[in-house]
C-alpha cells in the first residue's frame, strides 16, 4: 500500500438501480496505488473487479466516493475530459480482446490514435513499433480473425499502448487463454512495466499468476476490499 | 479526429457492407435523381419559354391601343396626339392612323411600329387551297431584321400587289420548296359583312351557311417572299401566315378581326387602327418606351410587365415539381435512418471500444454523420448522374417523335450549374438530417454495455 499515491481510491461505492431492485457493486472502497507499481485484483465472481476496473478507466461514475489519479480527481470530470483523461492516461485490455474485426492488426494499434488527432504516417509508424516490441512485428497485416487468442491479446496490449498512456487497465486479460499463453500474456506485461515505467492494475481469477508477477495483491469480497498485500517491494 | 480520417473512416466502413450500401445509395440515387429531374424540366421549361420570348423578341413589343373608346370609328372621328385627362366621357384620344405610326417611330428606342390589323381569308395557290390569317404588314417592318426571309424579298413598297407568305403555310399548299412559290400568283379570298338586299334575301330563304350576312372578294397577289417562320407575335402570339402591306389592304373589303368592335364596322370604316404593334429596339428601353406611349394619351400593354407574375407561376411550378419530388427523397431518408441504426446495432461493440480508447460522443456522432454524409454525396453525384441519363432519353424519345412532325429539336432539360451543386449539396443535407437520429444514438451509447455486448 502507498499512502502518497499514485492512484488514490476513497470510500468508491457503486449502486446499480434496476427499478425498485437496487445492487451494490462495489462498497466503501479504498485503496492506495503507487505510481509504477503492478497490482493484482482478485475475487470471485461478483465481487466488484470489473466496477472497479471500469470506475478507475473513467467508463463509469460513482455512486459515492472519489477517485485521484496523479493530481485530478476523476470522478469529478465532464464527459468530455473523462474521454480525454481515457485517450492520453489510461490504456485498457479485455479478456475478449474487443479488436476491430476487420481492421488489421496494425490498423486495431493505431486506432485510439485517430481520435488523438495523429497525422495517418506517425500512426503506423508507431503501431508498427508497438507490435514489434510485442512480438507482432511479421503479423501487422493480418486480420484478428487470422491470429491466435494470444496473438490476439498482444496486439491489443499494443493498443493500449500506443497513445503512451500511465497505467494500464487489464480486465481478466488470460481469461480466453491457455495456461501457457497466459504466462506468456502477463510476463509481457510484467516487462512492459519495467521497460516504461507503466502502472499496471489487472484482474484475474488466477491468484497464483498473480503473486508470481504482481506487486501487490488487492481481494475483493462482496464488493468490499477484503485485503491489500504487498508482494514485493519497491526495487 | 482530422476531416481526413473521419472521410477515410466513413468510406472504409462503408465500402466494408458494399450490398448495403449499395441499396441504400440507390434509394438516395432515386429519390435525388428524379428530384433534380424534375428541377431540371422545370429550368427546362423555363428557359426554353424565356429563349423563345428572348429569339421572338416578345419582351420587345408593346401592343398599343387607345386609352378610351378605339376602332376605326372613333379614331376617324377624334383625331388628337396629346395626353388628355383620363375618366373624362368627352375625352379625346389619340389617333391610330399612318401619321401616329410615323410618330410613334421617332421615339427614341422604337424600332418599328405597325398596326395590328389581321383578317381571316382563304388562301389559293394553284389548286390547292388553305384557311388563314392574313395580317397587314408595313413594308418598312417586313424589310426589317423582324423578318427572317427563306425565299424572296420583302414587299417593295406598303402599295404593291404583293404579300409574303410563310413556308408552313406553304408546306400546307403542297409546296415543299419556298425557292418555287417566289413570283408565283396567289389568291386572297376575304371574308365581309353584306347586308345588302340581295344577302337578307339569301338569308330569309336560304339553306346552311347561306343564311349567313357574308359574302366573299377574290384578290389577286404575287408572292414577293417566304418567311422561315412566322416573325410577327406581337404581344400576343397570334400566329399569321400571309402578310399584305397597308396600301394593298386598304383597297381590299375584309372582316378584320383585331377586336370585337371590328365585327360591327361597316365597310367605308376601314380607315385608322384598332390596334398597334411597337417593336423595341432593347428590352432594356421597353419601360421608357411605354412610359413616352402613355403619355400621348395611349393605352399599352407589354409581356415586359407580366414577366414578374411568369416568374411567380415559375415559382409554383417548381415548388410543385420539388414537392413531388421530395416523395422519393422521404422514402430514401427512410432507408438511410434504416441503414445507420442496423449499422450502429452492428457496431455497438465497436463504438464501445472507441469510447475506452478515448472517443469523445462527439467523436462518435461525428464518424457516423460522415457516413451519412457519405451516402448522400454518393447519392447525389450518382443522382446527377441518374438525372441527366433519364433526360438524355426522354430528350431522344420525345424529339424522335416530334422530328417526324417537322418539330425542330427542344432541349426539354436544363441542368444549370447551381441545380447540379444544389442536388448534390441537398441530398448530403438530407442524408446528415436523416442520421441525426442514429448518430445520436451512437453517441449515448454506454461503454461499459457495449464492450460487454456479443
Known amino acids: 500500500m502507498d499512502a502518497d499515491g499514485f492512484i488514490q481510491i476513497e470510500g468508491l461505492t457503486k449502486v446499480y438501480s434496476s427499478g425498485p431492485v437496487e445492487v451494490v457493486a462495489l462498497r466503501d472502497a479504498t485503496i492506495s496505488i503507487g505510481r509504477g507499481r503492478f497490482v493484482g485484483v482478485t475475487g470471485t465472481s461478483g465481487s466488484g473487479k470489473s466496477t472497479l476496473m ?3 478507466g473513467g467508463l463509469d461514475t460513482p455512486s459515492a466516493g472519489r477517485i485521484r489519479v496523479d493530481d485530478r480527481w476523476i470522478s469529478d470530470l465532464s464527459k468530455t475530459d473523462l474521454a480525454l ?4 492516461t489510461i490504456g485498457m485490455i479485455f479478456q475478449s480482446f474487443n479488436l476491430i474485426p476487420s481492421y488489421s492488426a496494425v490498423e486495431n494499434v493505431a486506432f485510439p490514435l485517430l481520435f488523438a488527432d495523429v ?48 497505467i494500464l487497465l487489464a480486465d481478466e486479460p488470460t481469461g480466453n487463454l491457455d495456461s501457457r499463453t497466459s504466462r506468456q500474456i502477463v510476463r509481457m506485461l510484467f516487462d512492459l512495466k519495467t521497460e516504461r515505467g507503466l502502472t499496471i492494475v489487472m484482474i484475474s481469477h488466477e491468484e497464483a499468476l498473480l503473486r508470481e508477477f504482481a506487486d501487490e495483491l488487492i481481494r475483493l469480497q462482496d464488493g468490499a476490499v477484503l485485503s491489500h498485500e504487498t508482494l514485493r517491494d519497491r526495487p | 479526429m482530422r476531416a481526413s480520417d473521419y472521410v477515410g473512416h466513413a468510406w472504409a466502413n462503408l465500402w466494408k457492407k458494399k450490398l448495403r450500401t449499395v441499396l441504400t445509395t440507390g434509394g438516395v440515387v432515386i429519390g435525388v ?56 366621357p368627352n375625352e379625346s384620344v389619340a389617333v391610330l392612323d399612318d401619321d401616329l405610326l410615323e410618330e410613334l417611330t421617332q421615339i427614341e428606342g422604337v424600332e418599328a ?81 353584306d347586308f345588302s338586299l340581295q344577302s337578307l334575301a339569301r338569308m330569309a330563304f336560304g339553306r346552311g351557311d347561306q343564311r349567313l350576312p357574308v359574302s366573299n372578294r377574290v384578290y389577286s397577289f404575287t408572292i414577293a417572299g417566304v418567311l422561315e417562320r412566322m416573325g410577327f407575335g406581337g404581344p400576343l402570339p397570334i400566329r399569321s401566315d400571309a402578310f399584305v402591306p397597308p396600301g394593298a389592304a386598304a383597297g ?52 415586359m410587365d407580366q414577366l414578374e407574375e411568369m416568374q411567380k407561376g415559375f415559382i409554383i ?125 451512437a453517441a449515448r451509447v454506454d461503454p461499459v454495455v457495449a464492450l460487454r455486448h456479443d
Open chain 2, 252 to 303: 381590299m373589303r375584309k372582316l378584320v378581326l383585331t377586336g370585337v368592335s371590328d365585327l360591327f364596322q361597316l365597310p367605308e370604316e376601314t380607315a385608322g387602327y384598332s390596334a398597334v404593334t411597337v417593336k423595341v429596339a432593347s428590352t432594356r428601353q421597353v419601360m421608357s418606351v411605354k412610359a413616352s406611349l402613355e403619355e400621348r394619351g395611349l393605352r399599352t400593354f407589354a409581356l
Open chain 2, 317 to 441: 411550378m417548381d415548388m410543385f415539381l420539388l414537392a413531388i419530388g421530395m416523395i422519393g427523397i422521404a422514402v430514401a431518408s427512410l432507408g438511410i435512418v434504416n441503414t445507420m441504426v442496423m449499422s450502429i446495432l452492428e457496431r455497438y461493440r465497436e463504438i464501445g471500444v472507441m469510447k475506452a480508447v478515448g472517443a469523445t460522443d462527439g467523436d462518435v456522432q461525428r464518424i457516423f454523420l460522415f457516413e451519412s454524409g457519405m451516402i448522400g454525396l454518393l447519392g447525389g453525384v450518382f443522382g446527377l448522374a441518374l438525372a441527366w441519363a433519364v433526360s438524355f432519353v426522354i430528350n431522344q424519345v420525345v424529339n424522335g417523335f416530334a422530328a417526324r412532325e417537322g418539330v425542330p429539336f427542344i432541349q426539354y432539360f436544363s441542368f444549370p450549374w447551381w441545380l447540379c451543386l444544389s442536388g448534390i449539396g441537398f441530398s448530403i443535407l438530407v442524408s446528415l438530417l436523416a442520421g441525426i437520429y442514429p448518430t445520436r444514438r
Open chain 1, 54 to 56: 471500469n470506475l478507475l
Open chain 1, 119 to 166: 497525422a495517418r504516417k506517425e500512426r503506423i509508424r508507431r503501431a508498427t513499433e508497438l507490435l514489434a516490441a510485442v512480438g507482432l512485428e511479421a503479423r501487422g497485416h493480418h486480420l484478428p480473425s487470422e491470429l491466435s487468442g494470444g496473438e490476439q491479446q498482444r496486439v491489443a496490449v499494443a493498443r493500449a499502448l500506443v497513445n503512451r498512456p500511465a
Open chain 2, 113 to 193: 411600329a405597325y398596326p395590328e390589323m389581321r383578317f381571316p381569308a382563304q388562301i389559293r395557290l394553284g389548286s390547292r387551297e388553305q384557311f388563314t390569317l392574313v395580317q397587314v404588314v408595313t413594308s418598312k417592318a417586313c424589310g426589317s431584321a423582324l423578318v427572317q426571309l427563306r425565299a424572296g424579298r420583302a414587299y417593295a413598297s406598303d402599295d404593291a400587289n404583293e404579300v409574303m407568305v410563310s413556308d408552313s403555310l406553304l408546306r400546307r399548299l403542297n409546296v415543299t420548296q419556298p425557292e418555287d412559290a417566289v413570283g408565283r400568283e396567289i389568291e386572297i379570298r376575304t371574308v365581309v359583312l
Open chain 2, 33 to 88: 435523381g428524379s428530384l433534380i429531374c424534375m428541377f431540371a424540366f422545370g429550368q427546362g421549361i423555363q428557359r426554353n419559354i424565356k429563349d423563345r420570348f428572348n429569339e421572338l423578341e416578345l419582351f420587345n413589343y408593346i401592343n398599343v391601343t387607345p386609352r378610351s373608346g378605339g376602332g376605326p370609328r372613333s379614331a376617324r372621328l377624334r383625331r388628337h396626339a396629346r395626353p388628355q385627362p383620363a375618366g373624362d
Open chain 1, 85 to 88: 483523461f481515457r485517450r492520453y
